[in-house]
């Protein structure tokens, strides 16, 4: 069992940054896929960025590639995730998950563990 805490949201303007971290406690490890995705009204989990064991190997939504940057820190089981240029419809409800099945996915529903979230709100 996997506890993870996001951390870092907040309320930036158009065009400003945020760095969202999400720290993993319980039986990590180092082979375990890290991502996030992000929830806003009325849509569906959507998919933003995963990183697995290697820190080479990072996926993206086409919607955050070239903004967002995924980067993990194993030593301190976190996760990190820098968003620059942020827009509006960035505004939204950010988790971290976790798969433990050793595979990079965009799915939603191969991630096994899941933090809270954390609020982004990015003003027009």
């Known amino acids: 069992q996997l506890h993870l805490v996001e951390s870092g949201g907040g309320l930036v303007q158009t065009g400003g940054s945020l760095r969202l971290s999400c720290v993993a406690s319980?039986?990590?490890?180092?082979?375990?896929?890290m991502g996030w995705f992000r929830e806003s009204p009325g849509k569906e989990r959507e998919f933003v960025a995963a990183?697995?064991?290697?820190?080479?190997?990072?996926i993206y939504a086409d919607s955050v590639k070239g903004r967002f940057t995924i980067s993990r820190d194993n030593a301190k089981n976190t996760v990190y995730l820098q968003m620059n240029s942020l827009r509006p419809e960035d505004t939204a409800v950010y988790y971290c998950?976790?798969?433990?099945?050793?595979?990079?996915?965009?799915?939603?529903?191969?991630?096994?563990?899941w933090g809270q979230g954390t609020q982004v709100t990015v003003s027009s």
């Open positions: 998950a976790v798969c433990d099945r050793g595979s990079l996915s965009s799915d939603a529903d191969r991630y096994d563990y």
């Open positions: 319980g039986r990590m490890s180092i082979a375990f896929i």
């Open positions: 990183m697995g064991w290697s820190h080479d190997n990072n």
